[in-house]
């Protein structure tokens, strides 16, 4: 008989804690490991029945490594789970440590009871080790601890206990034909045959299937400081399977509460009813001007590299600004340093590669790279789905290619460095045969979006209770327009950021921070365009005639300067005050963002929470506001008010309700309209139109998020969203809605682990329709030899609703060594006409709808090693 500890892999490898629901996640920096084991006692009753089983428990592990409570989740009966608990309370672990500093987590550990005859005990020392092994997962190469190897039958037994690295060895084992068999929690049986000769060493490897390979696991490790009112943290286990996003990280964004669907579903993050320049995009701290490629299909950056993604719809940490709407932070994770892993993937739309491992003097290195050919299969998939629209014909066809790499180097717990350079390239170029909207018969279109980054981030803990952040980041970008030969806009960009930062937490209820947030900003460009058209004045459709041409060499540099503090005066409650100081050079103007939050703990499993603060941004100098030829280089910084209010409640560890009430208020508004004073006289026949910032509205709504965290074979969440956004228009004296005003969206993601290394996904979504405005009749212009459409109310019309069903199916195929899985990801499976604008005839008399996507099917394989 013998009481055998099973420490659960994946969670004495990253520890857990009780979850927080909707807490931002930390990072386990180092395991906890077993220092001090005491063995279980057999009962007496249970030796007496003849019978043994498994005491699966949660152990709750102290900041200094002692046990402070364990409980048990699956009975092996009486006897046996007070002997596995009575074991266990005296154990002592190394203190684990999260983000550099100790913390509690609590892991899974079970006991393995096994009934059997008196084991042959083997010989003492100094008897040579004659049989060893090394146990390897099978498909990963992981090493497997913990796992129970029994050599022989009956009396004639010898047993042992792989270590950390998956290795184990048996003495004085006598010559002959042994049966071996392998046995884990997490593991298949495995039961093999080997030879024992007399005067020699057997020396095996093993490679152990594991139960169930992607098997979900509700990974809680102990979180950061919560200072945000309103966010959602995914982790990569929950990314990779979402239907309808191609396992892609950052588009699963676009699922969670507070983000409307973009016309197209072109990936513009569209949050709480603003701009898609209202949000901003980090990865590790660098600034990411283009989110998704082409289509909106994949992001930019590989999701193999993201370990979490943090979404924050408002009321974000003063930590971060220039931006009014979201907020969208993806941090990356550490390189394999165990050995070399990778992985390919290919599929109808592009291929993916990468591969990790360690080299050298604590170093350690992932690269990757995808490039897409759906320029073969795009005008495949026009022509056999949606033929009425088969009318482009591509010169560049659409093509897209981006590229990472990371070395990092840690010397410890308290101390890393890493360096990570990433970019992306899309280019496309097309003829319309028919140009018939352009008298002039421009019918070639081009573009080209471009960047790269190279980031290099540093972070010590200076002391047990202060700590140094540096993140400095240097990048070059192209962003290309070009209609026909005379209409074109280019630009080169080359963007230095720095963000530097000192956490000093002075006591347990007082946590301080404050840093530095630099933006510096060269570029120039070169733009053609038409003028703008004079008030009460059809406009010339002979572009030619009215063209401006600006170019410029310029910078704009954009410090920012922050304090936060986070102040806990009882348990229950928690307090969040911060302050951020920013300047804009180029638009000589400076602006102070007040912010706060609060939390409180109704019980052990439900929190109450609300914040306010000011958020600016610069206007958009991507569409030239700024520009004194385009825009109005005297314009404000567009402001935001954010108010909200919360609830959070975890029904179970896996469970849990968000809800959210939202409020927020925009004023400065950057848009097009007369730049007069209020006593100017108005002379129809010279004044142009351009940009003002007298533009304010407002969003509102309320969002839900029922969310199942990831457990061994399910994940999903049901998210809906109910809002409103609105602005002023010249002229109007009540609000009219915003043209991305969208009331309802549903969304529910689902994903299940079925056996034989099967998973079926599937997600569901319906969003209100586009608003669009009606055209009520037209003016023939013979001069022009064309119609202009007279308009009717501004965006008074709603399209029909949109529906799209999209399933996913993965099945998995384990070789000694690598993995091998085929899937297929179909976005629209029921091939539902979703309507995304309408296109008239040449006097605005009849119109047609103009639909979406239609069913898009990605079919790929995927090797892993």
Known sequence: MVASPHPDPLQEGEGREAPDAGAPQGVLTKAPALLKQVEARFPEEALDAGVGGRVEMEIDIGPDGKVMEARVSQSAGPALDEAALEAVRQFEFSPAEVDGQPAAVRILYSYEFFFRPKLVEAPPEP?????????????????????????????????????????????????????????????????????????????????????????????????????????????QEEIRLIPGTQGDALKVVQNLPGVARAPFSLGLLIVRGGKPWDTRVY???????????????????NSALVEEISFHPGNFSAEYGRNIGGLVNATTRAPSAQGYHG????NLIDSSAMVEGPIGGGWSFAAGARRSYIDATLPFVVKTFVPQANV????????????????????????????????SNDQIAFVLPNPAYDPEGRGSFASLMAYNRLAINYERALSPHLRLLTHNVVGYDRFDFVGGPDLFFRSHLEPVMGREMIRWEPSEKLQLAAGLDLFFLPFQ???????????????????????????????????????????????????????????????????????????????????????VGL????????????????????????????????????????????????????FNQSRTT??????????????????????????????????HQLTRNFFGWLSYSLS???????????????????????????SYKLPYDFVLGGRIRYASGPLTTPFVGAIYDANGNYYFPLLGPLFSRRLPSFFQLDVRLDKRFVYERWMLSLYADVMNVTNHGNVEGVVNNFDFTQEQFLYGLPILPSLGIRGEF
């Open 674 to 707: 007369l730049a007069l004073s209020p006593d100017a006289p108005v002379d129809i026949d010279t004044v142009d139109l351009q940009y003002t910032s007298t533009g304010v509205g407002r969003s509102y709504g309320a969002e839900v998020l029922v969310r």
């Open 343 to 346: 992985y390919f993937d290919t």
């Open 127 to 235: 008897a040579a080790v004659n049989f060893s092994g090394l146990l390897l997962e099978r498909g990963t190469r992981e090493p497997i601890a913990n796992a129970t190897v029994v050599v022989g039958e009956g009396e004639k037994a010898w047993e042992a206990v792989s270590k950390a690295d998956g290795r184990f060895e048996l003495r004085g084992m006598p010559p002959g034909v042994h049966k071996v068999v392998v046995t884990s929690p997490e593991h298949a049986r495995y039961q093999v045959t080997e030879e024992v000769r007399e005067g020699l060493r057997t020396e095996v490897t093993y490679f152990v299937r594991r139960r169930q390979y992607g098997a979900y696991e509700t990974v809680v490790r102990a979180p950061r400081e919560r200072k945000e009112v309103a966010q959602v943290s995914l982790k």
């Open 283 to 301: 990865v590790d701290d660098a600034l990411v001007p283009l989110l998704f490629h082409f289509g909106g299909l994949y992001a930019t950056f």
């Open 525 to 611: 460009y070169v733009a053609q365009g038409p003028r703008r058209f004079k008030l009460n004045q059809i406009p010339d459709p002979f572009l030619s005639r009215r063209l401006e041409r600006e170019e410029a060499s310029t910078n704009t540099f954009e410090p920012a300067a922050f304090a936060e503090a986070v102040y806990s005066p009882v348990a229950s409650l928690k307090l969040v005050g911060g302050v951020r100081l920013d300047y804009d050079a180029l638009m000589k103007d400076a602006w102070v963002d007040p912010r706060a939050a609060a939390f409180y703990e109704l019980g052990p499993s439900t929190t109450v929470k609300a914040g």
């Open 392 to 423: 482009l014909a591509f010169t560049v066809a659409p093509r897209y290619y981006d590229y990472q790499l990371k070395v990092e180097r840690r010397t410890g717990p308290n101390e890393r460095f890493w360096v990570t350079l990433f970019g």
């Open 615 to 666: 958020f600016h941004q610069p206007p958009d100098y991507r569409q030239g506001q700024l520009s004194p030829k385009f825009g109005n280089p005297e314009l404000l910084p567009e402001g935001a008010a954010h108010y909200s209010v919360g609830l959070e409640h975890r029904f179970t560890d896996a469970i849990s309700v968000d809800v959210q009430l939202y409020y927020k208020s925009l």
């Open 724 to 750: 409103r956004s609105e602005r002023d228009y010249p002229g109007e004296a009540e609000y009219r809605l915003h043209p991305l005003d969208q009331p309802h969206n549903l969304i529910a993601v689902a």
